[in-house]
């Protein structure tokens, strides 16, 4: 299979499709900084072990994608009775995953089951 452009100048379909800047990117990192103490810059907190600095990344993954609800994934409410106009919503809920924010309790004694590719 070949890929062909049709209708733009091939470079402004690759800038469209991969993004021109690195907006995106630099938020992720600093979101992640933000939240995981070993990736702070200047501090005495970071790790000498590598299998620490990945466990504690994989930790921050989970709590922002099922723990916090997001602003910008906000949905508005079919019940605007005046006191609450929006719904949050974490990542894991706009994809689909879950319907709910999880607590950081059910996070730490749930069992995740492993996936099957059948």
Do not use: C, F, Q
């Not at 379909?13 to 990736?39: I, Q």
């Not at 907190?45 to 930790?59: Q, V």
């Amino acid at each position: 299979m070949k890929a062909k452009t049709i209708y733009a100048d091939e470079r402004e379909v690759l800038d469209k499709l991969l993004g021109a800047s690195t907006t995106y990117v630099e938020r992720t990192n600093l979101t992640s900084r933000h939240m995981n103490g070993r990736l702070v810059r200047k501090t005495l907190g970071y790790s000498k072990d590598l299998k620490m600095l990945m466990a504690s990344s994989i930790w921050e993954d989970v709590v922002y994608n099922l723990g916090r609800a997001l602003k910008t994934l906000r949905v508005e409410s079919p019940l605007s009775d005046g006191k609450r106009r929006w719904l949050g919503r974490s990542p894991a809920m706009a994809a689909g995953l879950t319907d709910h924010i999880w607590e950081i309790e059910e996070l730490l004694t749930t069992l995740p089951l492993p996936s099957t590719n059948t």
